[in-house]
């Protein structure tokens, strides 16, 4: 990943760079879904979708149903590649570690909770709270899944998606409370929950980003 413009070919990643390149992907992936939608039922909608993404080498191609799906994988894929070889070593690194263990608990507390209360599912809170926690706990797999050297940044990034998706679930879980769609002790086991994996994901980022610091100095965090 040396090559990703404005990163430079000669120094490591650091979280900010890897932050930038993960949105950029999620605003591709965004984008494409958008045209997708937007020009479903289009008899150009394979044209219309690669001159919008700028997939300009496909704007002569003949079959633009492969061409444009293989592009669009391609881009998704570069999230996938940032995984480590393997998914039962990845299951070995992220699944045993203490702060995924307490996240994945959490969403399988939500669901029992919806088990309780299905009119839960119908609530936009509800859903914003079951969703993000979710998103929380695959941040957090993805940022577990290795610690080698040259992933200290990527590490960072993840946690810090994991970090802003569980403050998230955080508000939603006050919304709850608020229009009393909570009583008072399940709002409190809720919210001990969510801030263990809360400042789980603080101490860890603290802990990273000193170890960053101790193999290549203050570089990246003067910005």
């Known amino acids: 990943m040396a090559g990703y413009e404005g990163g430079g070919s000669e120094r490591m990643w650091d979280e900010y760079d890897w932050e930038r390149f993960l949105q950029e992907q999620d605003q591709k992936t965004e984008k494409y879904m958008q045209l997708v939608e937007t020009y479903l039922d289009d008899p150009q909608r394979d044209e219309i979708i690669a001159r919008?993404?700028?997939?300009t080498q496909l704007l002569e191609a003949k079959d633009w149903s492969a061409e444009v799906d293989a592009l669009f994988d391609e881009d998704v894929e570069q999230d996938d590649d940032l995984e480590p070889d393997g998914a039962s070593l990845a299951a070995e690194t992220f699944e045993e570690h203490h702060l995924y263990q307490a996240a994945f608990a959490l969403t399988i507390w939500i669901d029992e909770l919806f088990d309780q209360k299905?009119?839960?599912q119908n609530e936009p809170a509800a859903i914003k709270l079951a969703t993000h926690s979710?998103?929380?706990s695959a941040k957090l797999a993805a940022a577990l899944s290795g610690d080698d050297v040259?992933?200290?940044g990527m590490t960072i990034a993840y946690l810090k998606r994991a970090l802003k998706a569980i403050t998230t679930s955080m508000?939603?879980?006050?919304?709850?409370?608020s229009e009393k769609l909570l009583n008072g002790t399940q709002h409190?086991?809720?919210q001990q929950r969510l801030f263990q994996v809360r400042d789980g994901i603080i101490t860890l980022m603290g802990e990273y980003r000193a170890e960053w610091r101790r193999r290549f100095g203050s570089e990246g965090y003067c910005r």
């Not at 919008?52 to 997939?55: D, I, K, N, V, Y």
């Not at 508000?171 to 409370?177: E, G, R, V």
Request: charged letters at 15%.
């Open 150 to 152: 040259d992933e200290i």
């Open 188 to 190: 409190s086991i809720l």
């Open 134 to 136: 979710a998103l929380a």
């Open 118 to 120: 299905p009119s839960l």
């Open 171 to 177: 508000n939603a879980a006050a919304q709850l409370l």
């Open 52 to 55: 919008e993404m700028g997939w």
